[in-house]
């Protein structure tokens, strides 16, 4: 059974930074593209960031473009975002999961981590 815990959010004030960790078990970690989505209220979630396998390849939302940046340990099967210049739009609840095409159909989901940017 796959299970991701993410941790690593708080409070922040614009302009500040924040790095979000997940931690993955149950899936062949290392063969699996990993994403981590984004969900406002009132919005629908939404993939922020996806990283390749081996980690070499990486894609981002125009929204975090320049600001986000997603990497990731197979040997720990951890994924991470740290994300700079944070901005009140990015108040959000945060979690990672394998990423594909259908990624909006998965059932299984972490409890996430909010983030609330706000002076």
């Known amino acids: 059974q796959v299970r991701l815990v993410e941790s690593g959010g708080g409070l922040v004030q614009p302009g500040g930074s924040l790095r979000l960790s997940c931690a993955a078990s149950g899936l062949s970690f290392n063969i699996n593209m990993m994403g981590w989505y984004r969900q406002a209220p009132g919005k629908q979630r939404e993939l922020v960031a996806r990283?390749?396998?081996?980690?070499?390849?990486?894609n981002y939302a125009d929204s975090v473009k320049g600001r986000f940046t997603i990497s990731r340990d197979n040997a720990k099967n951890m994924v991470y975002l740290q994300m700079n210049s944070l901005k009140p739009e990015d108040t959000a609840v945060y979690y990672c999961?394998?990423?594909?095409?259908?990624?909006?159909?998965?059932?299984?989901w972490g409890q996430g981590t909010q983030v609330t940017v706000s002076s």
């Open positions: 990283i390749s396998s081996g980690g070499g390849s990486t």
């Open positions: 999961n394998r990423y594909s095409s259908s990624w909006s159909t998965f059932g299984s």
